[in-house]
């Protein structure tokens, strides 16, 4: 049995990453493959429960549990979900992976790249996806998108302020110029059809088809 691809979807808060892998996942699964559509954190029901922990708002922690509890989170999804899928053949279409600690988590006030990256490799023996699609959009475009899905609901990530935010925004910059084989940034302006479309047009080589 030939393993499947791992494809992640990255970004900043509501730049239309979930929208993006549900569409990528049917347009997939139109094409006859096996796809497992899953998230992070989450996608099993032991990083479902450190999801929850972790984006409570009233939740307080340090940078070294944060870190730590989305790595195990991750550990239990790519022994229980990820890997077992890959290996029968499907492919694996993932909301936010291990560029989300690097970007959110490695921001340097406490802990480095080099730190996420080794937390990755003893949790989930440093399991990288095959393409990971960047999604970035203007600013203005992403708040109101928030303000329409979650009015003042921001959870205790989200919720921080903008100049955390900026700096995610440039290490998932620097990440993507880091690793050009493995990263495609996509502008996620527009219609979710024109960025679907785009994605589409990237995936070609991928899937086989032209064009
Ligand atoms: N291209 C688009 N144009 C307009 N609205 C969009 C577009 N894509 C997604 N949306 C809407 O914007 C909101 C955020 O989209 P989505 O939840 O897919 O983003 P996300 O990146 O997964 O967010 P988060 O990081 O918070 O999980 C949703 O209400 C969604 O319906
Ligand atoms: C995987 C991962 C996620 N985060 C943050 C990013 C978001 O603020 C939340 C997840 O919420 P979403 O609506 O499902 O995008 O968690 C993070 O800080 N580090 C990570 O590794």
């Known amino acids: 049995m030939t393993r499947g691809k791992f494809i992640t979807l990255e970004g900043g808060e509501g730049v239309g990453k979930s929208t993006q892998a549900a569409m990528l996942s049917d347009a997939l699964r139109a094409r006859g493959l096996d796809v497992l559509l899953t998230r992070e954190p989450g ?22 549990t944060e870190a730590l509890l989305f790595a195990a989170a991750r550990a239990d999804h790519v ?19 291990v560029d989300s600690s690097r970007a959110y988590q490695g921001g340097g006030d406490d802990l480095f790249d080099d730190a996420i990256m080794a937390l990755h490799n003893i949790g989930s023996w ?49 990440l993507a110029a880091s690793d050009p084989e493995r990263f495609i940034c996509i502008s996620a302006d527009g219609s979710p059809q024109d960025v679907h479309d785009r994605i589409a047009r990237a995936m070609a080589p991928l ?4 064009g």
Request: aromatic share 6%; glycine share 12%; charged share 30%.
């Open 79 to 97: 022994q229980h979900a990820i890997a077992p899928a890959l290996e029968r053949g499907a492919w694996v279409v993932c909301d936010r992976f």
């Open 207 to 210: 899937t086989g088809e032209g």
């Open 43 to 64: 996608g099993t029901p032991g990083a479902e429960a450190i999801r929850a922990l972790l984006l409570d708002s009233d939740l307080e922690i340090g940078a070294r």
């Open 126 to 174: 440093g399991m990288m996806p095959d393409v990971t699609f960047l999604l970035t959009a203007e600013s203005e475009e992403v708040a109101r998108r928030l303000t329409e899905r979650d009015g003042e609901n921001a959870d205790r990530i989200g919720g921080r302020s903008a100049e955390y935010h900026a700096g995610v925004a440039d290490r998932f910059r620097t």
